[in-house]
């Protein structure tokens, strides 16, 4: 399989740049850029959005800093030095080939968040329609170690799910996913097709990041978990090499995940690729059954709730083998569905002491893993 027909086929295709790549030796890697910009605007009839890394890495060059022992504040402000480098970067490099670029900074919320992802997408919409190519980062000058995404693998995952893209690309510093780490293993393999993600998957991959990244191979696995669940395709290839693109075409060396899902829209595919789960469900066998034909989840199917959640928040569901059935929207908080677990829906009313719906995650609000 030609892996370059994967972004020739594609119609809208998201694509993450990392620190290991835009940065060199403690400077942006312009001419890098320069090159692959090149090698960008030679496609025709294609919309592309960039997710990038390195504005921290960049601060601290800026502000000519030694130590890499940070506080949250400090890597907020050298995010909010080095922003303002990488975007500079992007816009002389595409003003040459006479492309216009746009600065798009999300928050963990901004995409988990039902609505603000709504209002993220027609931004997005709207610049790609402008005939301009968003640059996204995360929001690392408010963002908290509680509340982020921490990695831009993951960050981009989310935001081809929003904008229902055809190809997720992530560009790594290796040639793609090996079986064995490369770096320190010789007789380590590329492998060069991967159909379903499970846990030897995950084993392969190492989570060694260089000095400026704060991901690796393992999150990038993750990232292609999330494309997949809504019907995306994940490519992974090396980047930090002149005409990367190029090379791809003439070497075919690369990982490519094909999603076996169908492609989703609206509501279930923000629900198919959300990472902000709030507690679990556990349901019994007829429940599961009950699901799988096409049935809300009501709470006589609930065997036990796991976690603290809210009304509105994204639950998971599991059956008695802890395996992920899918996710979904529950329409009471945990403290109530501890209640009425096990129970019939016409003793809801006299559990609670109000008349609530009959089920706990309506079917339109529910997306299906298997």
């Not at 303002?84 to 988990?112: C, G, P, Y």
Request: contains cysteine; charged residues 25%; aromatic residues 8%.
């Amino acid at each position: 399989m030609k892996k370059i027909s994967e972004i020739n086929n594609a119609s809208k295709i998201v694509i993450k740049i990392g620190s290991s790549i835009l940065i060199d030796k403690n400077k942006f890697n312009y001419k890098w850029l320069e090159s692959f910009v090149e090698e960008l605007v030679d496609f025709q009839n294609k919309e592309f959005i960039i997710v990038v890394s390195g504005a921290v890495a960049l601060g601290k060059s800026y502000l000519k800093l030694i130590s890499d022992d940070f506080k949250i504040n400090q890597k907020q402000a050298l995010a909010a030095c080095g922003q303002i480098i990488l975007m500079n970067n992007f816009i002389k490099a595409f003003e040459t080939k006479k492309r216009k670029v746009a600065q798009i900074l999300l928050s963990f919320s901004d995409i988990e968040n039902r609505r603000r992802s709504l209002n993220s997408k027609e931004t997005l919409k709207t610049l790609i329609e402008s005939n301009v190519i968003p640059i996204i980062n995360e929001n690392d000058t408010v963002a908290t170690d509680e509340l982020k995404f921490g990695d831009n693998d993951r960050l981009a995952a989310r935001v081809a799910q929003i904008m229902e893209a055809d190809l997720l690309i992530l560009l790594s510093d290796v040639a793609g996913l090996y079986d064995k780490n490369p770096k320190n293993n010789k007789n380590a393999n590329l492998i060069q097709l991967i159909k379903k993600i499970d846990s030897n998957i995950y084993k392969s991959a190492s989570t060694e990041t260089n000095i400026y990244g704060s991901g690796g191979m393992f999150t990038k696995i993750q990232a292609a978990e999330i494309a997949s669940s809504f019907g995306c395709n994940t490519l992974i290839f090396q980047g930090n090499i002149q005409k990367p693109i190029l090379n791809l075409k003439k070497k075919n060396i690369g990982t490519l995940f094909i999603s076996n899902n169908e492609k989703k829209k609206g509501l279930k595919n923000w629900l198919a690729g959300s990472i902000n789960i709030s507690g679990t469900l556990l349901i019994d066998n007829g429940a599961q059954e009950a699901l799988n034909n096409g049935a809300s989840l009501l709470p006589s199917g609930i065997k036990k709730v796991l976690g603290n959640f809210c009304k509105g928040d994204i639950v998971e569901i599991i059956n008695n083998k802890n395996e992920k059935l899918g996710k979904g929207i529950s329409y009471y908080d945990s403290i109530e569905i501890k209640k009425i677990k096990g129970k019939k829906s016409i003793f809801i009313k006299e559990i609670l002491g109000y008349e609530g719906r009959e089920e706990v995650v309506h079917r339109d609000y529910l997306f299906l893993e298997i």
